[in-house]
């Protein structure tokens, strides 16, 4: 199994193979398609993550010391870039999804997802999954 | 007809940033509702002020001081004249639309009793809902909302059952961020006034768009922020009439609005000062007047004419993409147009459509309240100025498509 750094790189290394961002985009929605998602009846308010301007549920497990998510959203892209997130945190221990550096999203051209704006919600995501991590510490 | 005419390529050669690349592609900046390019000569005027006029305003001897004083109180004559206004001091800056009902709704509203009712109607940004929530709270007053049709449209034959000598200010918007909807607003000041009720027009998103004349509209308070009509952030105007301005209590306490302080007792300064405490923004002050000084140079009744053919040819084009929605088909509209397409977020064709250079706004647009009426998430909002080209609707049109074919 790939190790947390080795995961970030392969997705680094899979975006560098398209130039145009309307490609990009279009691996970003068909990785939100691959996600175990949430069926509508399932979703809950709590599961609810603010500062996005989709919505964006996501409910988590912790099996054998290690986490894993489930994700949806009403918008594909923000499913998408949640795709990229569980990637990269599912069956980690919560120690690693806690304090290792999420470097990918800076490398692959996402930043902009990761500025105060009010139209995403890419800190929010990382921010929950961080604290559902924190309570298995 | 499908060819930016002459005049508005010489317009918009005097907007340096519309020459910008985004993602390397041309910048198409339809999102005018949220903000307005500045020409060049507002820019300027800026540098120059911090280049050779920089000192506080109204209290320095020294000469920079009168200098800037002079230019401060010049954009103040330049802006009453613009928009018709009686007096100079019925023209107080503020940071925007929003502070400007803010201190309205504090002032005015401070003055108001229990049982009294304030008017909003249900198409109003969060600008013109929450501060009179909040002055409704605090004071016991009823908030009643002015309903709205399907096209976007207020409900008029309710509006009339809803005055009553109760009302004692109705605070409206001009033109909808969300919808483009004009407002039938000299109907509505008539009738407010026939119950001796006050108007405030929002007119944040019609002062871009159309001559302003409050004397000709008799409207009580008339707001606006500079950012809007070609100007820099964070200067607006509350316009206001004489005799409603100095009943209300000041707003803010501080430097300026006081004619003399002792411990025992303070006495206010008078108008405009009495509700500007505090250091303005002066160089927004003088350079919202260099954006007047620039709409009063240019033919505006030809480029606002142009701004509608604008609308009605991506109104025409985007109604030609399946399952497209258009949020906001009221009769009477400004340059703008809400939209949805299918089940598709927003958000999703937003992001899209930026990667592509296009720059439109998506969400609730400050308007929840309404995204409920229409029960959407939100619309795709892009709004055009005059600087806008036809040809940018077709990069837009053509962008829009590309989007819709990878999110479909």
Known sequence: ?137 | MNQTPDYIQELRSKFPILKTEVHGKALVYFDNAATTQKPLEVIERVQSYYNSENANIHRGVHHLSQVATQDYEDARKLIQNYIGAGKESEIIFTKGTTDSINLVASSFGGLLQEDDEILISAMEHHSNIVPWQLIARKNKLTLKVIPINRNGELDMETFETMVSEKTKIISITHISNTLGTINPIKDIIKKAHSFGAKVLIDGAQSIQHGKINVSDLDCDFFVFSGHKIFGPTGIGVLYGKEELLELMPPYQGGGDMIKRVSFKETTFNELPFKFEAGTPNIVGGIALGTAIKFLKSIDTKQAFSYEKRLLNYAEEELKKIDEMTLIGTAAEKTSLVSFNVGKIHPFDIGTLLDKQGIAVRTGHHCTQPLMDFFNIPGTLRASFAFYNTIEEVDVFINALKRSLSILK
Not at chain 1, 83 to 94: H, Q, S, T
Request: glycine residues 6%; hydrophobic residues 40%; charged residues 30%.
């Open chain 1, 1 to 137: 199994m790939s190790t947390f750094i080795e995961k970030q790189e392969a997705i680094i290394e899979d975006f560098e193979l398209f130039d145009d961002w309307m490609e990009k985009y279009e691996m970003i929605i068909d990785l939100g398609k691959e996600i175990r998602s949430i069926p509508e009846n399932k979703r809950s308010d709590d599961q609810l993550i603010h500062g996005c301007q989709s919505r964006v549920w996501l409910r988590t497990e912790y099996k054998e010391s290690a986490m894993y998510f489930f994700a949806d959203s009403d918008a594909i892209i923000t499913k998408g870039i949640i795709a990229l997130l569980i990637k990269v945190f599912d069956g980690e221990k919560p120690e690693t999804i806690v304090k290792e550096d999420l470097f990918f999203i800076k490398q692959i051209g996402l930043q902009e997802h990761l500025s105060p704006t009010r139209a995403n919600g890419l800190v929010g995501m990382v921010k929950r999954m961080k604290m559902e991590a924190l309570k298995h510490v």
